[in-house]
């Protein structure tokens, strides 16, 4: 492992943030951190990037100069037009001579660089914050939540560009509570309380689901038992043994089965599909 | 309504600060006002000079307070006592008559001198009176170089707290937290630019008060600019340490007044320390208006030398180091990667972990 977090523990008094958490930053890699507020992702990149002390494990990054961080509140300002961030981010970092016209260029707001960052979209806003990331070519990018709140169009160019970053060598860790994101980066962490629920490639993940995973098309309201959750108009179903209840079919679980079977393994303390050969 | 209010009840037992300052505030303007707030002068420092000194000195009674007595002293000792602040009043006694002297810098002491010495028929009848620094014993006159601190305060200390505060709450903080900015270069970075703006705001104040109401600039510059820039470093200090422990402007606002509104009030700008009673007073000699105050009149009416005035640009030096040297402290904290968090708020960890 190149950069990240091995078996780090956070605690903020006797409150456990983070428990034995490993999440693994190579270069040209994206990582996700997928999990619901509170999980402890913010805490995890922030960790990362050094704003808080692991109490045990270990965090390797980049010195200061080779990071990019965006926070979850976005970390740009607002009174500043789209060029003069960009600028002061690259005074900050020692750029001479950046070029600001090719990084407006690169995050499609090329348009709009005389515009306060308070007069742009949520949208715009975001791919700014990503471009004063990457204004110094980081080694290692740190994004929390970048496409919380965003549009469709404007979350698939802010992967675009993170995708850019990954390609061009840096390693990019990317926190965001849709599951279906996890799919993005090479590696996702699915994180829950403060603990890894399961950890992998994404299809990996989803392979290493124990049991079986049943569906039944909507029947009543009411939920079937403690094992069904809600899919679209129907049910699912997860069986630990692998016996699947009657009328219901056997599916092959994707990342959104694979993250709720994790959920409810933890419940229970049964291994989930962090377990076994998800495992990289 | 009543949904209303015990919302709002709710809301204002969260909000320690406001209520505090709702009881505290009442509370602390009861008494400086009923301790503080006087003009009425009850003791003058005069000193009396001149082969006549005894006698002279024999027949002043109150409110003058007879500090000085010396008959073989002339005017230009009793001009020196008044320079260096040691007398607000002098009486020069010479066998041809009686001349007295007064400060004018020191507006209630010398209008509270002019109303005793005319009422007191003996004295008043025969003296020649001369008010030195400000003969017309214009308010403005004292109130500019004043104003020209409080300016400075306010400045220093709003304006400053605001400023950091903006960024915490924009989340930008935390950026500038991870780029490769050294703490100083962020604290220099914010301090240095209200540095200016409050020094072009002071020099519009003197230029200002010099057109407009003809006051006068008898000393110094380079004194003056000194103890303007210590005093700013104090109150800079101010502003970056309430940024600190406040998590929005809101707060920051509140806190920065709460440390205005003594200093207005106790630093001798409007009110004269003598007027105060004791258990007030010693407010005053910690507040860094009160030197600055004093400092800015003695040198822009008075014309007093470096030599006079080393004691408000020590003390000011001194709480410039401990104010802006604790800020820091609690500013690189906020700043430091992964610094020590132990004795952070809860609530304010709540947040961060969410």
């Not at chain 2, 006002?33 to 002279?56: E, K, W």
């Not at chain 2, 403005?140 to 400045?155: D, K």
Request: include cysteine.
């Amino acid at each position: 492992m190149r950069w990240g977090l091995d078996g780090v523990t956070v605690r903020f008094g006797s409150r456990v943030a983070l428990a034995d958490v490993t999440v693994p930053a190579e270069p040209s890699g994206v990582t996700v951190v997928v999990g619901g507020d509170g999980a402890g992702k913010s805490t995890c990149l922030r960790c990362l990037v050094g704003l808080v002390r692991p109490d045990e494990g270990r965090v390797s990054r980049p010195a200061k100069t080779r990071i990019g961080y965006v926070p979850a509140t976005g970390g740009l300002y607002t009174d500043l037009t789209v060029e003069e961030n960009l600028a002061f981010a690259a005074s900050s970092y020692g750029v001479r001579g950046a070029d600001v016209g090719a990084m407006l260029d690169r995050v499609g707001l090329a348009g709009a660089r005389d515009r306060l960052g308070g007069r742009l979209s949520g949208g715009m806003q975001r791919k700014l914050s990503v471009g004063l990331a990457l204004i110094h070519g980081p080694d290692l990018l740190v994004l929390d939540e970048p496409t919380t709140g965003v549009d469709p169009v404007s979350r698939m160019e802010l992967w675009r560009l993170v995708s850019g970053a990954a390609a061009g060598g840096t390693a990019v860790v990317v926190a965001t509570t849709y599951v279906n994101e996890a799919e993005r980066g090479a590696r996702a962490v699915l994180l829950d309380e403060g603990r890894v629920l399961a950890s992998g490639s994404a299809a990996g993940i989803a392979a290493g689901v124990p049991g079986a995973v049943g569906r039944r098309a909507a029947g009543d309201g009411a939920r079937p038992g403690d094992e069904w959750w809600r899919r679209g108009a129907g049910w699912r179903v997860w069986s630990p043994s692998g016996d699947l209840p009657e009328g219901t079919e056997a599916v092959r679980p994707d990342l959104h089965d694979a993250a709720i079977v994790a959920a409810l393994a933890a419940e229970r303390g049964t291994g989930g599909p962090s377990t076994g050969s998800t495992e990289e | 309504m009543w949904a209303m209010v015990t919302k709002e009840f709710r809301q204002l037992r969260r909000d320690r600060r406001t209520l505090a300052m709702m009881i505290v505030l009442p509370v602390l303007l009861l008494v400086v006002f009923g301790y503080a707030a006087s003009f009425n002068v009850h003791d003058i420092p005069t000193a009396v000079v001149g082969p006549g000194a005894s006698r002279a000195a024999a027949s002043l009674h109150s409110p003058f307070e007879v500090t000085r007595v010396d008959p073989g002293g002339d005017e230009a000792a009793a001009r020196s006592d008044i320079a260096h602040g040691r007398a607000v009043v002098a009486l020069v006694a010479r066998p041809d008559g009686l001349s007295v002297l007064m400060d004018g810098t020191q507006l209630f002491s010398a209008q509270a001198a002019q109303t005793a010495l005319a009422r007191s028929g003996r004295l008043g009848g025969s003296a020649h009176v001369t008010v030195l620094y400000n003969p017309g014993l214009k308010t403005s006159w004292i109130m500019v170089p004043g104003l020209a601190g409080l300016i400075l305060a306010f400045v220093g200390t709003v304006i400053t707290s605001l400023g950091v505060v903006r960024e915490r709450q924009a989340g930008t903080l935390e950026q500038l937290a991870v780029m490769p900015l050294r703490p100083w270069d962020v604290i220099g970075g914010k301090i240095v630019p209200y540095f200016l703006v409050a020094a072009v705001d002071l020099t519009a104040i003197v230029v200002i008060g010099r057109l407009l109401f003809g006051v006068p600039f008898a000393g110094n510059v380079a004194i003056f600019a000194l103890g303007a820039v210590l005093f700013l470093l104090v109150t800079l200090g101010m502003g970056v340490l309430i940024s600190t422990v406040s998590q929005n402007q809101g707060q920051a606002i509140q806190l920065a007044l709460m440390t205005l509104l003594p200093q207005i009030l106790l630093s001798g700008l409007i009110f004269p320390l003598s007027s105060m009673a004791a258990g007030v007073r010693w407010i005053s000699y910690v507040l860094p208006l009160t030197y600055f105050v004093r400092l800015s009149r003695a040198v822009m009416l008075k014309g007093t030398p470096i030599t006079g005035l080393w004691q408000p640009l020590v003390l000011l030096a001194l709480l410039g180091v401990a104010v802006l040297g604790l800020a820091v402290l609690r500013f690189r904290r906020d700043l430091a990667p992964g610094g020590d968090e132990s004795d952070d708020d809860p609530a304010v960890r709540e947040s961060v972990i969410a």
